[in-house]
């Protein structure tokens, strides 16, 4: 085994020790690779002060752009590097970790971009009567410190989602990265400093989610939680904020509909690609597909040849389609309820299977409504097969759910598609593919219990911003 490599809490632009740390798995061996700093209430009091003083020295919306343009080139030089730590902290194969690290790279380079225009608009006060000798314009000012508080998945992307609107609309911020994959941040963290970041605009602060996340929360010099994660996590935020902003990009039980006058091969393919990559543990990931009576038995059996190609094993591996999950407890937990479902009348008509940490991708038809694979939201490799016959009942099918962040729906039928857009309960419907379809710069959030706010920075930037009004009389 190669040595165990130590990292460091990143606080005021300098790198610093706790007396505590804690180990980070390489989730393929389930052996310890490298280890960081468990910070305590004190280190964090540091950062959110350190965050707080930064605001006070000017940083252009120019400089913002030039740091966050550098940092993306300097991300580009290190692809490879940053692309196996993903697959060493998450287990994501190779391919989709580079496939990560290049959204990431992305997701900087808009925000550079839109760091250059944030702008308010003009008022026209002087429309009111009295009012004939005013002006009136807003501008968009930070919101002051944001805590960012992330989750495993998409440790990198994710992540830039969160500090780059920050940094570009003039924040201080501070990192709470996942305790499973805390390693790209910190070394993301690097590329700023590199990039002539000023002190204090970044900090990073590793260790215990509760705990930390208490502190911050106690803190009242920190005006917005911006999180991604569980709904669990996500209304203790939104309970403890009080009256400060809170952006939640939370959980879902993603459905996504196969009519029946579809491009059958589209859907196959974008189904099976979109259930499984990550093995599932995306929040817009495929769990539940809904197909019209008439195309049920030729898509679930040409499902099922499609997933049975995908190879299974080491992430570290190129022709590797789906790796391990996040842990072993959590493809136990996976195991655990696709039996449940199975004792409960479900069939199984692909995987079920368990190797350590990796989970085999997992087809059932025969499911019910209320079993924990189709009414929770799995985050793992299993999707769920259903049927309907008419569109209302398909549409209300979908809309059964406590979550509402994307679906998708395969027609060519325009009137359905229309229909669906104005009636299905979610933040994005995406018609002709799978409801796991993301792009940086498009708004992405949710409604019912899968949050509040969008991202995509120039969202983002609206959230990270307040508007003033500026009042003249002239
Ligand atoms: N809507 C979206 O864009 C996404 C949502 N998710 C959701 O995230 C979940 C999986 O990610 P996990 O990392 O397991 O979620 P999680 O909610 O357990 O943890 C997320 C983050 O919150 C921290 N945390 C834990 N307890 C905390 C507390 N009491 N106060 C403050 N912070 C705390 C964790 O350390 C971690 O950094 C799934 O439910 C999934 O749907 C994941 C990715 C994207
Ligand atoms: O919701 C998630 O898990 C991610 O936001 C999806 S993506 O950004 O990796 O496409």
Redesign the pocket.
Known sequence: MGAVQQYKLFIDGKWEQADQTMEVIDKFTLKPFAAIAKARRQHVTAAVQSAHAALKTPFSPFERYKVLSKVAQLLQEHREDFANTLVLEVGKPIRESLGEVDRAIQTLIISAEEAKRIHGEGVPVEAAAGSEKRIAFTMRVPVGVIAA??????PLN?VCHKICPAIAAGNSVIL??????PIVSLKLAELFSEAGLPSGRLQVVTG???????W??DNEQVRMFS????????Q??RQ?AGIRKVA?????NSATIVHKDCNMDQAVEMVAVKSFNNSG????SVQRVFVHEDIKAEFARRLKERTEQFVVGNPHDKQTDIGPM?SLKEAERVEGWVQEAVDQGASLISGGKRDGALYYPTILTDIKPEMKVCRQ?V?GPVVSIDTYQEIDEVIHKVNDSEYG?QAGLFTNDLAFAMKAAKEIEVGGLIINDASAYRVDHMP???VKN??TGK?GPSYAIEEMTEEKLIVINL
Do not use: A, H, M, W
């Open positions: 508080i992330t989750p495993f998945n998409v994710l709470k990265p996942s305790d499973l994959t215990d989610g509760p705990e930390i996340g208490t911050l929360l999180f991604t994660g569980s709904l669990r996590v996500g203790l935020i403890k939640l990009e939370l959980g879902n543990q995306v929040c817009i996040i939201e985050f962040l992405y959030g949710g899968s949050g991202e």
